[in-house]
């Protein structure tokens, strides 16, 4: 299959840029300071044009709701929590770090749900929240509590789509991510079905597998979220169902005094239809109402901009299918 992606873009360099800046910070400043670091970082960064508009996007989302956080003000805000995710990333590539590696204050809640599904002897699927600091901390504690997790990932998971960005600057995401992994299956550019198949025979042998939420899919639900709505891609859900695993879902979050905590909720329900994708689909609902509440307590953490559509209600005719991955 011929390549056509783009070499390079501009947003290679503006990551380069970013992650050169950030690096001092993380292997140089000491972690009680980050927080100082990056409002500063973020302050000058949220003068950008393209942030306003994205202010204004949240506030008709949000639809009055109350989070503490003046939407005016989460541009600043946000960029500070995404740029402290970064310098996370990045301190755990210090030299030496391999030697004396950094870990975070840290908490796993709803553990027993994971083991209640391996004493089942059912394995279970686990579906990460759009968060922040969900990339890295959402694999890193739970390897921390003792659990091996194997992860899906896209071929372009990282920073960059481009194939100068994936060859140079995604490797900066993923060699990390992997210390905390017991394997990483990635969807290919011929499509899922080997990853899901590979997967599959994971749950089979009663293991926990993971999947970030996505809006790219064979099949995508659009559901209900606060004054807005989000697409869902159902891969989890479906591979759930096929196995007859319970689909757990994870929500990561940086707490007040910098715990980072990771909460594994109760199973989404995936019996309240007769067909498979009703399932997916009342489990995508279940799964946004699940995420309400963290996103509320924490606006700042949250990828609006990527997950968020609205305001108004869901498209008519949810589901939205299509034949494969959305672009």
């Known amino acids: 299959m011929t390549d056509t992606r783009r070499l390079v873009d501009g947003r290679d360099l503006a990551v380069a840029v970013r992650l050169a800046i950030l690096a001092p910070v993380a292997w140089a400043v000491p972690p009680r300071h980050w927080g100082a670091a990056c409002a500063r970082l973020a302050a000058v960064f949220a003068r950008a044009g393209k942030w306003p508009p994205r202010a204004a ?13 003046d939407p005016a003000h989460w541009p600043r805000a946000h960029l500070a929590e995404a740029f402290r995710a970064d310098v996370m990333l990045l301190r755990c590539q210090r030299p030496g ?14 553990g027993g749900h994971l083991d209640a599904a391996l004493a089942a002897g059912t394995g279970a699927v686990l579906w990460v929240a759009p968060f922040v600091y969900s990339d890295l901390m959402a694999k890193m504690i739970p390897h921390l509590a003792g659990y091996r997790v194997h992860h899906l990932s896209r071929f372009s998971h990282g920073f ?13 995401r993923t060699r ?7 394997s990483r299956q990635v969807i290919g550019t011929d ?4 990853a899901l198949r590979a997967l599959a025979r994971r749950l089979a042998g009663n293991g926990l597998v993971s999947f970030a939420l996505g809006h790219r899919g064979r099949r995508v639900h659009a559901v209900p979220f606060l004054g807005g709505w989000m697409e869902l891609a159902s ?17 990561v979050v940086r707490e007040a005094d910098g715990t980072l905590a990771a909460t594994v909720g109760a199973p989404l329900d995936l019996d309240g239809a007769a067909d498979r994708d009703g399932r997916g689909a ?46």
């Open 235 to 251: 891969g989890a859900a479906d591979l759930a169902l096929r196995a007859g695993a319970p689909l757990l879902p994870v929500i």
């Open 176 to 182: 990390v991510e992997e210390r905390f992994l017991a």
């Open 97 to 110: 770090a391999a030697a004396s590696p950094w870990t975070p204050p840290w908490r796993l809640d709803g």
């Open 57 to 69: 996007h949240l506030a008709a989302v949000l639809d009055g709701r109350d989070t503490g956080l």
């Open 282 to 327: 009342a489990a995508a609902r279940e799964f946004a109402r699940r995420i309400e509440p963290a996103a509320l307590a924490h606006p700042a953490q949250v990828a609006w901009h990527t997950y968020v559509r609205g305001p108004g209600a869901p498209p008519a005719d949810a589901p939205v299918d299509g034949p494969g991955d959305r672009p």
């Open 191 to 194: 499509g899922p079905v080997a």
């Open 160 to 172: 960059s789509e481009t194939r100068a960005g994936m060859a140079l600057l995604n490797p900066l």
